[in-house]
């Protein structure tokens, strides 16, 4: 993904120190001080929910994303009568990063709900036959909006996993139709009737890739790494290995058996992150209990 004009520009010795690092199957980040990681390491991962259903909060090494998830019903797309619609949204704030800038959202912003939008969408991961109130005139509409609180590198796999966990964690109102069309919906109150979970089948898992040369490749970049690598590839699998997207940035291209090395690999960490998720959307519904 492009940062801009005040991204962190690496001196010869930084670049030089980092791919010899590389090359010995070691990274040094910032947020470890010097505690090292091995080439297909994530980061620390930690997840966590505000006190609103839908509301997330993942942190990745030095990396902070907070997804937040809304409904509304609307009138359903004329070719799709009987299901509903999901969009993603994404915030850069300069806070997070100096090379963003603030107002409308930029090229690197796109591309980022653009990467996350594909994945859900191209592995149909929410049931959204289930989001038809009436068919043809009523569907629930879902949002997510992605804001980037701290760019510590690999915003697509922290965002991505802020979504899927606010998704996993929404509750959208229940409703109930009648009048004498049979077509009136009455929204109710979440105090009257329990809010009612999103149905999600599976997690669509981004894993993202660097790579420094033909061999060289690295899971969840720092954005040091970022500043250095000869380009990016995100594969979005889940955690049975079904692939949905593959998404590649960068001037270098990639040998084929370097993407299959990497299709095997996002498999294994599709699982972790999946396990991972899980557990605290679990926990998060037993304290709420």
Request: hydrophobic content about 40%; proline content about 6%.
């Amino acid at each position: 993904m492009a940062m801009e004009h005040l991204r962190w520009r690496p001196t010869v010795n930084e670049r030089d120190f980092i791919e010899r690092a590389l090359q010995s199957n070691l990274r040094v980040d910032d947020d470890r001080s010097f505690d090292f990681r091995r080439s297909l390491e994530f980061r620390p991962l930690n997840i966590s929910f505000g006190r609103e259903d839908g509301s997330s909060e993942v942190q990745l090494g030095e990396t902070r994303v907070m997804g937040y998830v809304t409904a509304q019903l609307v009138q359903p797309y004329r070719d799709r009568p009987n299901e509903g619609t999901l969009a993603i949204f994404t915030e850069l704030s300069p806070m997070a990063d100096p090379s963003f800038e603030p107002g409308r959202p930029g090229e690197s912003a796109i591309e980022l709900a653009r990467v996350i939008d594909r994945g859900l969408s191209e592995s149909r991961a929410v049931d959204m036959e289930s989001l038809c109130v009436v068919p043809g005139k009523y569907v629930w509409s879902l949002r997510v909006d992605l804001h980037i609180l701290d760019n510590g590198g690999n915003l697509i796999d922290a965002a991505n996993i802020a979504a899927l966990a606010a998704l996993s964690s929404f509750r959208r109102p229940e409703c109930t139709i009648g009048g004498e069309d049979g077509q009136q919906v009455t929204v109710h109150d979440p105090k009257v009737r329990d809010p009612l979970p999103l149905t999600i089948h599976h997690l669509p898992i981004a894993v993202t890739f660097a790579y420094f040369g033909e061999d060289n490749i690295v899971v969840d970049p720092t954005c040091k790494e970022e500043a250095i690598m000869g380009g990016r590839m995100t594969v979005t699998v889940n955690s049975n290995g079904d692939v949905y997207a593959i998404e590649k940035a960068g001037e270098e291209g990639v040998m084929p058996s370097v993407i299959m090395k990497c299709l095997r690999i996002a498999s294994d960490k599709a699982a972790y992150v999946t396990s991972k998720i899980k557990i605290a959307v679990e926990n998060y519904a037993t304290e709420k209990d």
